[in-house]
């Protein structure tokens, strides 16, 4: 089965920076996407990355490129948000998510596994 775990969550000031981690456990295939989502309380969920570990592609969400950069030590099964210049707006919590297919994860956003989120406050 597989697991994923996120990690570093946090309030930050705006103009902070932080670093999400999501540990994946449990992976039977290395051709497998795994990315990040975010949702905000009463707003509806915004992709923010994934990377394909099938071709090595990076995608990013509407607004995501630039502050935002995904991260991949597949030798540990982790990956990482780097988040910079962050903003109020960016308060959410963050999903890490994993499928085999990556337009199941992206493109449909039901992706087969989701970790449990971690809480990122921006502060004004």
């Known amino acids: 089965e597989v697991r994923l775990v996120e990690s570093g969550g946090g309030l930050v000031k705006a103009g902070g920076s932080l670093r999400l981690s999501c540990k994946a456990s449990g992976i039977t295939r290395d051709d497998y996407s795994i990315g990040w989502f975010r949702q905000a309380p009463g707003k509806e969920r915004e992709k923010v990355t994934f990377?394909?570990?099938?071709?090595?592609?990076?995608y990013y969400g509407d607004s995501m490129q630039g502050r935002f950069t995904i991260e991949s030590d597949k030798a540990k099964n982790m990956v990482y948000l780097h988040m910079s210049s962050l903003r109020p707006e960016d308060t959410a919590n963050y999903y890490c998510a994993l499928d085999n297919v990556s337009f199941k994860l992206w493109v449909l956003q039901t992706p087969e596994y989701w970790g449990q989120g971690t809480q990122v406050t921006v502060s004004s």
């Open positions: 990377i394909s570990h099938a071709d090595g592609s990076i």
